[in-house]
């Protein structure tokens, strides 16, 4: 249950976001931000807040973990659309590997989504989004954000 403990803390982000996902365009839109963590309930909740200056928004994630089935919910906010996505990304860590799975909305339509995070590192992580076309069967990665500690 302490699989998110590494995030706590605060953190300088390199974001590389696609600007078209799933129509085969390879732009990338790059920006950085910086992100604030903590840990809950004794390692079994995770939240952080992440602020994207030049872009104007921030974000917020919830990560709640089931020691029943022994996976994490994630949920997301946006301060650009006020609302708590109530459909979370589950899954869990193997190692220092974490793999989540759900659905986004991409041009208004709901697609699979894949979210991996990486502990490279006690002062380095990376977080990966990724949607597919096809049912899950292939993924394109549509937002890399790579953390260093502050």
Known sequence: MNDFDFLAG????A???LVKPLTGSDEWDEFSGQSVATRHFDGAASFDEVAFPAKGFKGLTVRVYNPETRQWSIYWASS???VLDTAPMVGAFE???GEFYGEETCDDRRVPCRFVWTV???DTARWEQAFSADGGKTWETNWIMDLTRA
């Open 10 to 13: 605060r953190w300088d982000v």
């Open 120 to 122: 490279i590192g006690p």
């Open 15 to 17: 974001s590389r976001r």
């Open 95 to 97: 190692g220092g590997r």
């Open 80 to 82: 650009t659309r006020g």
